[in-house]
């Protein structure tokens, strides 16, 4: 993929301290390494295939897919534009207004431009995120919003929006199926090589975005189906459980029974799992079994990796040291070693 090359970064100056926009280095570094999925288009040193002449302001839009934790974060940083990110699935860290949060699946969260903000605690979480950067042409404190004539929203609802945009002080709110089914379709236009209709997508599906958010920050009130919650709320706890028990971790599970311990159908259970921690059931149980297993291995040096192994729900040691080597980077013998 042909990435941005770090470009000047904009300038923005407030009393005596002057800002530079953030060009997401961390990032590009875990695209090189393949430790995350990601398609983008952007200008201006932002990761992601070049950006034509089309489209003005337009500064980054793109989605990633961390399938495991990983070693990266990005830091508290500053952008030049307004950004809106949508959480797909998983749940990620989200440092603003000097606070951490925790985003989770099916919100959204704006951050103004120059706004501090960061993105994962130390370590990038499985999650799938969209975006977008739109450069308002804001470079000192107080001026006016001037937003790029592609956008074609009427002029009271743009006042309205830029308002409630600086206003601005609620982390994240829940996104409508509308905001989550336009940032999936702008992936699916991102992903593919052929579509000749890209930018034209992009306009659109931004725009879309940008409407629905009107409704949503203003009334701050979302209808939500209590059945589905309360399904959420099931495979939630499983999910926890699976974590913190090793009795659980060693049950030979299917998918049917994870599915029973929930009281809800498999096919549910398994789009709850994906959203809540962007990884099929099978994978979580993995990620628990091993993260089990790192905590044993340092608080039980008298345990052999063998009885380890059984105990995290690994049928045999060989087994545990491929899956463990796969998700750490090193085997059961080498880590405890390095933690001791």
């Known amino acids: 993929m042909l990435l941005n090359m770090p470009e000047p970064s904009a300038i923005y100056r407030f009393r005596d301290s002057v800002f530079k926009a953030d060009r997401c280095v961390p990032l590009n570094n875990a695209i090189d390494i393949g430790e995350v999925t990601f398609s983008g288009?952007?200008?201006?040193?932002?990761?992601?295939?070049?950006?034509?002449?089309?489209?003005?302001?337009?500064?980054?839009?793109?989605?990633?897919?961390?399938?495991?934790?990983?070693?990266?974060?990005?830091?508290?940083?500053?952008?030049?534009?307004?950004?809106?990110?949508?959480?797909?699935?998983?749940?990620?860290?989200?440092?603003?207004?000097?606070?951490?949060?925790?985003?989770?699946?099916?919100?959204?969260?704006?951050?103004?431009?120059w706004q501090?903000?960061?993105?994962?605690?130390?370590?990038?979480?499985?999650?799938?995120?969209?975006?977008?950067?739109?450069?308002?042409?804001?470079?000192?404190?107080?001026q006016n919003w001037q937003w790029p004539d592609w956008i074609v929203l009427s002029n009271a609802d743009l006042e309205r929006l830029t308002l409630l945009f600086r206003q601005n002080e609620t982390?994240?709110?829940?996104?409508?199926?509308?905001?989550?089914?336009?940032?999936?379709?702008?992936?699916?236009?991102?992903?593919?090589?052929?579509?000749?209709q890209a930018v034209s997508y992009i306009a659109v599906l931004t725009n879309a975005i940008l409407v629905s958010m009107i409704e949503l920050m203003e009334t701050q009130n979302e209808l939500l189906d209590s059945s589905l919650q309360s399904s959420r709320r099931a495979v939630e706890i499983f999910l926890s459980e699976l974590s913190d028990h090793?009795?659980?971790?060693?049950?030979?599970?299917?998918?049917?029974?994870?599915?029973?311990?929930?009281?809800?159908?498999?096919?549910?259970?398994?789009?709850?799992?994906?959203?809540?921690?962007n990884q099929t059931p099978f994978e979580y149980l993995n990620h628990c079994r091993v993260s089990?297993?790192?905590?044993?291995?340092?608080?039980?040096?008298?345990?052999?990796?063998?009885?380890i192994a059984l105990e995290a729900g690994f049928c045999s040691s060989a087994y545990f040291t491929k899956n463990f080597k796969k998700a750490i980077g090193i085997t059961p013998t080498q880590f405890r070693a390095k933690h001791l």
Not at 69 to 96: A, M, Q, T
Not at 171 to 196: G, Y
Not at 292 to 307: C, H, N, Y
């Open 41 to 113: 288009l952007a200008r201006n040193g932002y990761p992601g295939q070049h950006l034509g002449e089309e489209l003005a302001g337009l500064l980054s839009v793109g989605f990633w897919d961390v399938r495991k934790r990983s070693d990266w974060h990005l830091n508290e940083h500053r952008n030049e534009g307004i950004e809106v990110s949508y959480l797909e699935s998983g749940k990620l860290p989200f440092l603003v207004n000097g606070k951490w949060h925790e985003m989770r699946a099916g919100d959204f969260a704006v951050t103004r431009p």
């Open 116 to 142: 501090p903000h960061g993105l994962g605690n130390k370590v990038m979480p499985p999650c799938k995120l969209h975006w977008f950067i739109i450069d308002v042409g804001v470079r000192m404190p107080n």
């Open 171 to 196: 982390p994240f709110r829940k996104s409508d199926r509308l905001i989550a089914d336009s940032f999936r379709r702008i992936r699916q236009v991102l992903e593919s090589d052929s579509n000749q």
């Open 246 to 277: 090793s009795d659980f971790l060693q049950r030979e599970w299917t998918l049917a029974e994870m599915a029973d311990e929930c009281h809800i159908g498999r096919t549910v259970f398994s789009d709850l799992c994906k959203e809540i921690t």
């Open 292 to 307: 089990w297993a790192t905590r044993a291995l340092v608080g039980f040096p008298e345990k052999s990796i063998t009885d």
